[in-house]
């Protein structure tokens, strides 16, 4: 149950966006999550409620963004995106070598939007 420990970290950084803008209730969340990371979008909320239950956040909403996979051929220098994860060891859609691929988007998590006051 990792979402746990990640949502902590969104929220510490909310927290600390909050208290430099003075402001006091969260009212919106929006976190992006890579596709590789795997984040169980059920969990993520669960933990959010969980951690905002019976403090001025009660009631925010948590918006998640699923950043699709991108990938760089390292070889050829070829970018797409994959329909999974399987991709990062097939060989490359471009010149067909099997080279290690360079991850240029889809992983992390990141506090992408908030919304308080
Ligand atoms: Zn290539």
């Known amino acids: 149950m990792h979402e746990l ?3 902590a970290s969104v929220m510490d950084i909310a927290n600390e966006e909050l208290a430099r803008h003075g402001a006091r209730r969260l009212t919106l969340l929006r976190v992006r999550h890579g596709a590789l990371d795997q984040v169980q979008p059920d969990a993520m909320r669960m933990a959010f ?3 905002t239950a019976g403090t001025p956040h009660e009631g925010a909403i948590l918006e998640l963004v699923e950043e699709p996979l991108r990938l760089s051929c390292c070889l050829c220098g070829h970018e797409f ?4 994860r399987d991709a990062l060891y097939a060989p ?5 070598e099997t080279v290690p691929f360079r991850v240029i988007g889809g ?6 939007h908030l919304e308080a006051e």
């Open 49 to 51: 409620e969980a951690m």
């Open 107 to 112: 992983e992390g998590i990141f506090l992408d």
């Open 5 to 7: 420990s990640l949502m």
């Open 81 to 84: 995106a994959p329909d999974g």
């Open 92 to 96: 490359c859609p471009a010149c067909g």
